[in-house]
């Protein structure tokens, strides 16, 4: 079945950058885009962006553009994104999030989520 | 791209029906139709419960269905059940190739 395990919680100060993982199985990580998607404490979802493990293909939502990362390791079916610049408005589970297609349609698989906490 | 706009709560009895709305505009729901819903407990990841409107995934109660109408999409839970307090998200694709989430919506079973 389809696993996306992501790497473990964060603490990081304002201004520094922070890097999460997802390591996918069970099914073929370049056949299927993936999404990253944040939820503040308390707050509801919010896409980041979207890449493409085949290509390395990247589209991130405006309000993330020049601060996010997105990449991606064939070897090891592990994708990454990284935030850079931290504020401490950006504490929140991230969670990458597999569409059910090689292209932008819905989310059909989540990862556990990873806590990232920016904090002086 | 603005967040989809839900009730921030909706609230019924065991036994009963709620509806859950999502209203987009034109460039989103309105003009296709890969919309999908989305429970998640407590500090848990959320779960698919229906895709592409109306859809529901392998394993999911037929309690919950999807629906659509211009730019508005609605998730029905009929029969309600203690087990089915949770927050609900739609999301839908949209023109720009990307996604959009709603706002949310907790549902509470009284």
């Known amino acids: 079945q389809v696993q996306l395990v992501q790497s473990g919680a964060e603490v990081k100060k304002p201004g520094a950058s922070v890097k999460v993982s997802c390591k996918a199985s069970g099914y073929t990580f370049t056949g299927y885009y993936m999404h990253w998607v944040r939820q503040a404490p308390g707050q509801g979802l919010e896409w980041m962006g979207w890449?493409?493990?085949?290509?390395?293909?990247?589209d991130y939502a405006q309000q993330f553009q020049g601060r996010v990362t997105m990449t991606r390791d064939t070897s090891i079916s592990t994708a990454y994104m990284e935030l850079s610049r931290l504020r401490s408005d950006d504490t929140a589970v991230y969670y990458c999030a597999r569409d059910t297609a090689a292209l932008v349609q819905y989310v059909e698989n989540w990862g556990q989520g990873t806590l990232v906490t920016v904090s002086s | 791209q603005s967040a989809l706009t839900q009730p921030a709560s909706v609230s019924g009895s065991p036994g009963q029906s709620i509806t859950i709305s999502c209203i987009g505009t034109s460039s989103d729901i309105g003009d296709y139709d890969y919309v999908s819903w989305y429970r998640q407990y407590p500090g848990k990841a959320p779960k698919l419960m229906i895709f592409d409107v109306t859809i529901r995934p392998s394993g999911v109660s037929n309690r919950f269905s999807g629906s659509k109408s211009g730019n508005t999409a609605s998730l029905t839970i009929s029969g309600l059940q203690a087990e089915d307090e949770a927050d609900y998200y739609c999301?839908?694709?949209?023109?720009?190739?990307?996604?959009?989430f709603g706002t949310g919506t907790k549902v509470t079973v009284l």
């Open positions: 890449f493409n493990p085949n290509s390395g293909a990247t």
């Open positions: 999301s839908s694709y949209t023109g720009s190739n990307t996604l959009v």
